[in-house]
């Protein structure tokens, strides 16, 4: 059974998107029905930053008056109480007796509370407390989508709902005091710097691992000055510092991740740029606002764009798990940030033309000028914006129009239909955006499935349904022209890869993003792809047929070899010996003697290159001979090492026969072709793994950008394709290393593979 503890937990995490949400709306409800509606606005230090109406006093209040004392509350008393509410809610039509410096003089004012008013919603409406809803629904999201439920999981959590609150809070409720919001504001806020920085620390990946020590040492200072807030015995402007502690350290750290993690880069680069945008509308309406007066309306412009710091950190956060939807996303996101942009250009444009254009008609004059402006930068401006946005700032892959170019570089290199796949899936779908897709392989009349990306089991097609696309081959196929008993209904397109005029594939393309519809464009574009993949299909398929054969060659050629070597032992070296016998001590000269001990000594050098016999003992056994046949050979100082570790595991007698041979092969060459001095080897023989490396001092040659069967066979380097193919057959590869004038080094290896259960 689950603990106490446990359940109480989940609990918690299960209510605290909705407690978080009855905080911000009963705040918002606070943010327009408990507000006073005074007709003016005050700023932190007690002076009138703007009058909504004038109202009916018969000394008018003015911009830039310094708030004294209203009824019986003076501005001294209020700011230093954060309980004490300077101007209450009162009905309409009652009089407040402010008290003002004016010009160095004190003034008595009488007041007149004109209630809610127009122009004064207006001004709460464009303020950014509404974007405490959207970081509540991004965190909500980030609540149920984001996984795994770890650290990073529950400071995402925090950053959202403490920003989501501080934000409603903070947004003209603070400086009024009303109900306690000044007190919740600063407690918030301190709350939010060690949640920002340890979020910042561990996102999007962590830069080490944090003591528990340093961990709970921030949370518990954070935990005294929250406290202390909440006595007031700090002083009431230090919320500030938290703010700055907050704001100052994550950008701080943001950049050592940058600078440290550059796989993390484009998800920081996303977000950096994405926080910078957040914030120019409110730039340039705050640098037009120092020359320029202009009303609530003009002023909103220059908030639209902050909810785009939120969607920053929700798509760096969940950008690996949107999956099929990604590209929806970012459709979305870069048409938010164009909008953003357009309002941003036609602002100055707004109050421009606003300042020329006088006279009864001239609201009908200034909008359709701008609509026509507005049109003008959609149509040059938006396919660039999408295409920066995309690629400089969210980091999205090349567009569709390099498809042809990038499938052209990497298909030439593609040698075996893995290498194929690869190409398809990482390459290719995932710029087209296909969430559906079945490669078909077409080989002598039957067919088999190659690929398939997205496809449950009950989905795939067997070869009986493909004849029911009939003609429909290269052409989109309409959902609503599909048969609902049709097994191939999922298919939207299908792409015949031919060729001179035979069939050697299908590609069948279901669900793709985001509309599910393929454009001639894009079938044009994909038949092209499909066209070098029927080539590239072809010569792999001739490809594996030559393997096919010269792997049956060398296996021929081996068991050739066993088969002589078995005959001129036991044969003629048997034979030579009873002939030897046979014949009486006075006839044996000594050049008969002599010639005769270099005639089986060479037949069993031949017997030994043909079949090691030492390999019946081991590939260490078998080595150890290699070596001291090949010093024999040289007396010009040849030096060779043998390190092999461990030395007694044994391996099925053809694995061991074929990497002899690729030492073998590998030592005559360095000795032949490199002229080495001094060969190496070294590796491990283990019972699930073999890691050798035979090491060169010769002359070396350029290795190029690797080795293909093919183009080896084709300049004549059958030893090299010999090394090749043994190391294939036997389930392991051989990379080569080399240079002019360095050496060569050939790295041999293999792993046992794993034994799967049914």
Not at 624 to 642: A, K, T, Y
Request: a negative charge; charged letters at 15%.
């Amino acid at each position: 059974m689950k603990s106490f503890a446990t359940k109480f937990s989940q609990l918690v995490e299960r209510l605290l998107p909705w407690v978080v949400l009855a905080i911000i709306l009963l705040f918002t409800y606070v943010k327009f029905f408990a507000y006073p509606y005074a007709g003016f606005r005050w700023d932190s230090t007690g002076h009138v930053a703007y009058i909504f109406t004038e109202g009916n006093a018969a000394i008018p209040l003015q911009v830039g008056d310094r708030l004294l004392q209203a009824d019986s509350v003076s501005w001294t008393d209020f700011a230093k109480d954060e309980q004490k509410l300077f101007i209450d809610v009162h009905p309409r039509g009652q009089v407040v007796q402010l008290r003002v410096e004016r010009l160095g003089k004190e003034l008595v004012i009488p007041w007149v509370m004109p209630g809610s008013n127009l122009q004064e919603v207006l001004d709460l409406l464009v303020t950014p407390g509404w974007f405490g809803f959207i970081f509540w629904v991004l965190g909500t999201l980030t609540f149920f989508k984001l996984r795994p439920k770890n650290d990073r999981w529950r400071l995402l959590l925090a950053f959202n709902y403490l920003t989501a609150v501080w934000l409603t809070v903070g947004s003209g409720l603070s400086i009024l005091h009303l109900w306690e919001s000044a007190f919740i504001l600063r407690i918030f806020v301190w709350m939010c710097v060690p949640v920002y920085l340890h979020l910042h620390w561990v996102f999007p990946k962590p830069l080490g691992r944090l003591s528990p020590r340093i961990i709970v040492g921030a949370y518990l200072v954070c935990a005294i000055v929250v406290l202390a807030e909440i006595f007031q015995l700090v002083p009431q402007s230090l919320y500030y510092l938290g703010f700055l502690l907050s704001i100052l350290g994550s950008v701080s750290l943001l950049v050592v991740h940058a600078v440290r993690q550059p796989d993390a880069r484009i998800e920081l680069r996303a977000l950096i740029n994405v926080a910078l945008l957040s914030f120019l509308p409110t730039i340039v309406v705050s640098l037009l606002g120092v020359f320029i007066t202009f009303d609530t309306g003009a002023k909103a412009l220059g908030v639209v764009s902050l909810p785009l710091l939120p969607l920053a950190y929700f798509y760096a956060a969940l950008r690996r798990q949107f999956g099929g939807v990604e590209l929806r996303f970012n459709r979305l996101f870069s048409g938010y940030v164009f909008i953003i942009l357009l309002l941003t250009v036609l602002l100055p444009f707004l109050i421009l033309l606003n300042s020329w254009i006088t006279g009864p008609l001239s609201g009908i004059e200034i909008g359709i000028l701008i609509m026509l402006i507005a049109v003008l930068l959609t149509a040059l401006g938006y396919r660039p914006v999408q295409i920066f946005f995309n690629r400089y700032i969210l980091g999205v892959s090349l567009p569709p129009e390099n498809l042809l170019e990038l499938y052209s570089e990497h298909i030439t290199t593609s040698a075996s239909f893995s290498e194929l796949k690869n190409i398809l899936e990482a390459k290719i779908l995932p710029h087209l955006h296909v969430n559906q897709f079945v490669f078909v392989q077409v080989e002598s009349g039957s067919a088999h499935i190659l690929q398939t990306l997205g496809m449950h089991a009950e989905n795939i097609p067997t070869q009986d349904s493909f004849s029911l696309l009939g003609s429909t081959a290269g052409k989109y196929r309409p959902i609503e022209t599909i048969s609902a008993n049709d097994p191939l209904a999922w298919v939207r397109l299908a792409i015949e890869l031919k060729v001179a005029g035979e069939l050697v594939g299908l590609w069948l393309f279901g669900r793709r993003d985001p509309e599910d519809f393929y454009t001639q464009r894009d079938i044009i574009l994909l038949q092209s792809l499909a066209n070098q993949t029927a080539i590239a299909l072809s010569n792999i398929q001739q490809t594996q047929r030559v393997l096919e054969m010269y792997q049956q060659d060398i296996g021929q050629r081996e068991q050739e070899r066993m088969r002589l070597a078995l005959d001129l032992h036991d044969s003629v070296l048997n034979q030579l010996a009873v002939l030897q016998m046979q014949l009486d001590d006075s006839a044996i000269t000594p050049q008969f003697a002599k010639a005769y001990d270099e005639l089986t000594g060479r037949l069993r050098e031949i017997v030994h290159d043909l079949r090691p016999a030492m390999l019946n003992y081991g590939l260490k056994p078998a080595f150890d001979e290699l070596v001291e046949g090949l010093l024999e050979r040289d007396d010009n100082g040849l030096q060779i090492s043998l390190d092999l570790q461990p030395d007694d595991n044994r391996y099925p007698a053809q694995m061991e026969q074929h990497l002899f041979r690729i030492v073998q092969e590998a030592c005559e060459n360095a000795l032949r072709h490199g002229q080495a001095r001094k060969i190496s080897i070294t590796g491990a023989l283990l019972p699930d793994e073999i890691n050798l490396t035979i090491a060169d001092n010769g002359t070396g040659f350029d290795a190029g950008k690797g080795f293909e069967l093919s183009g080896l066979l084709a300049q004549k380097h059958f030893g090299l394709a010999g090394m090749l193919e043994r190391a294939r057959m036997i389930g392991g590869n051989v990379s080569i290393d080399s240079s002019i004038a360095t050496g060569t080094s050939v790295l041999f290896h293999w792993v046992q593979p794993k034994v799967t259960s049914g």
